[in-house]
């Protein structure tokens, strides 16, 4: 495949919301207890992230300091809402300045509908863990607020929080809008779960561990990557295990590079059913989850082995 360039992914919002935590903890491998280190962003930075090996993620990082953001919707109006892919524009859920966090989310939207109509927006209502009491009321009540704040633009709210999985479940989705051949891998996942009775079968990108396709047979709930809302705004564990995968495997990779010890590969044989996550490509992992006791992981992993050629 030849080097991609996709279009930008503007990430933006209030000082403080936590847009270059996030930026680090998904594409950097940081810890989330380190972000308290990190410093206001300065105006606009640009990070070109190699993603799925060939794909290129250009962010930017828009600073959120009200200089800075009164600049992005005057001066530099048509430089940053030019040709963008994505934007993604992240609220504190403890913000108190709700008017003026709505005003600047409203002119951004307007630019953006300017200067790039087709770009997908997506709104996180972040830092969901400092959400005391009924998570999903308060949730449910800003998502309406922002839907509408929106007008006729159609919006995804996703809530996060760096903290765990929910993080990692908004940005698969991200990220799965952005893959010019997700459908394409979808269906060759299916294929290979079919093949090899699998119940479930999920690909994670290499670096990041973002959930970029999933396959589930047909008397489970599968989860849809390409649409959709968590049904609880923020994360129950039916709908998100597989990020919560994504978040367990990238601490524990965190874990084995301070002891300088490379991850490769993890098998787990539980009562009721078999999983093994394994290299499929130099950019992906798979994981295969069996709920027949006959297969021995040795199988799984030669079918694994096998497919290996054909997702290269
Ligand atoms: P600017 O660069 O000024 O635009 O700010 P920013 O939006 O990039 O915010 P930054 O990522 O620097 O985060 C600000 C603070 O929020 C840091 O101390 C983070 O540790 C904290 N933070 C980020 N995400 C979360 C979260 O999900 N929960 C909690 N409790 N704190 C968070």
Same mark, same amino acid.
């Given at each position: 495949m030849? %080097?991609?360039n996709?279009?930008?992914?503007?990430? &933006?919002?209030k000082?403080?919301?936590?847009?270059?935590? &996030?930026?680090?903890?998904?594409?950097?491998?940081?810890? /989330?207890?380190?972000?308290?280190?990190?410093?206001?962003?300065?105006?606009?930075e640009?990070?070109?992230?190699?993603?799925?090996?060939?794909?290129i993620?250009?962010?930017?990082?828009?600073?959120?300091?009200?200089?800075?953001?009164?600049?992005?919707?005057t001066?530099?109006?048509?430089t940053?809402?030019?040709?963008?892919?994505?934007?993604?524009?992240?609220?504190?859920?403890?913000?108190?300045?709700?008017?003026?966090?709505?005003?600047?989310?409203q002119?951004?939207?307007?630019s953006?509908?300017t200067?790039?109509?087709?770009?997908?927006?997506?709104?996180?209502?972040?830092?969901?863990?400092?959400?005391r009491?009924?998570?999903?009321?308060v949730?449910?009540?800003?998502?309406?607020?922002?839907?509408? /704040?929106?007008?006729?633009?159609?919006?995804?709210?996703?809530?996060?929080?760096?903290?765990?999985?929910?993080?990692?479940?908004?940005?698969?989705?991200i990220?799965?809008?952005?893959i010019?051949?997700?459908?394409?891998?979808?269906k060759?996942? /299916?294929i290979?779960?079919? /093949?090899?009775?699998?119940?479930?079968?999920?690909?994670?990108?290499?670096?990041?561990?973002?959930?970029?396709?999933?396959?589930? %047979?047909?008397?489970?709930s599968?989860?849809?990557?390409?649409?959709?809302?968590?049904?609880?705004?923020?994360?129950?564990?039916?709908?998100?295990?597989?990020?919560?995968?994504?978040?367990l495997?990238?601490?524990f990779?965190?874990?084995?590079?301070?002891?300088?010890?490379?991850?490769?590969?993890l098998?787990?044989?539980?009562?009721?059913?078999?999983?093994?996550?394994?290299?499929?490509?130099?950019?992906?992992?798979?994981?295969?989850?069996?709920?027949?006791?006959t297969?021995?992981?040795?199988?799984?992993?030669?079918n694994i082995?096998?497919?290996?050629?054909?997702?290269e």
């Amino acid at each position: 495949m030849a %080097s991609n360039n996709l279009a930008p992914v503007l990430l &933006m919002g209030k000082s403080g919301s936590g847009k270059t935590s &996030m930026r680090s903890v998904i594409f950097s491998n940081n810890p /989330a207890n380190l972000t308290s280190r990190l410093g206001a962003t300065i105006d606009v930075e640009q990070n070109h992230v190699r993603f799925l090996g060939d794909l290129i993620l250009n962010l930017w990082d828009c600073g959120g300091q009200e200089t800075f953001m009164d600049h992005y919707l005057t001066s530099q109006r048509s430089t940053i809402f030019r040709q963008v892919g994505v934007l993604i524009y992240v609220f504190d859920v403890e913000s108190r300045d709700r008017e003026m966090d709505l005003k600047y989310y409203q002119e951004c939207l307007q630019s953006l509908k300017t200067f790039s109509p087709d770009a997908g927006v997506f709104v996180l209502v972040h830092k969901m863990d400092l959400v005391r009491g009924d998570k999903v009321t308060v949730f449910n009540k800003k998502k309406l607020e922002l839907e509408e /704040a929106a007008n006729d633009i159609p919006v995804t709210v996703f809530g996060t929080s760096i903290w765990d999985e929910s993080l990692y479940r908004a940005w698969s989705r991200i990220v799965h809008n952005l893959i010019p051949n997700a459908p394409v891998l979808a269906k060759h996942l /299916a294929i290979f779960g079919e /093949a090899c009775s699998a119940r479930e079968v999920v690909l994670f990108e290499r670096t990041t561990f973002l959930v970029i396709a999933s396959s589930a %047979s047909i008397d489970q709930s599968s989860t849809d990557l390409s649409s959709g809302t968590p049904a609880d705004g923020h994360s129950s564990m039916l709908g998100t295990r597989y990020e919560r995968t994504s978040e367990l495997i990238k601490s524990f990779k965190h874990s084995c590079s301070r002891s300088r010890a490379e991850f490769q590969s993890l098998e787990m044989e539980l009562p009721g059913y078999t999983a093994v996550l394994d290299e499929l490509t130099r950019n992906t992992y798979i994981m295969v989850i069996v709920h027949d006791p006959t297969i021995e992981t040795a199988a799984i992993r030669m079918n694994i082995a096998l497919a290996r050629p054909k997702f290269e």
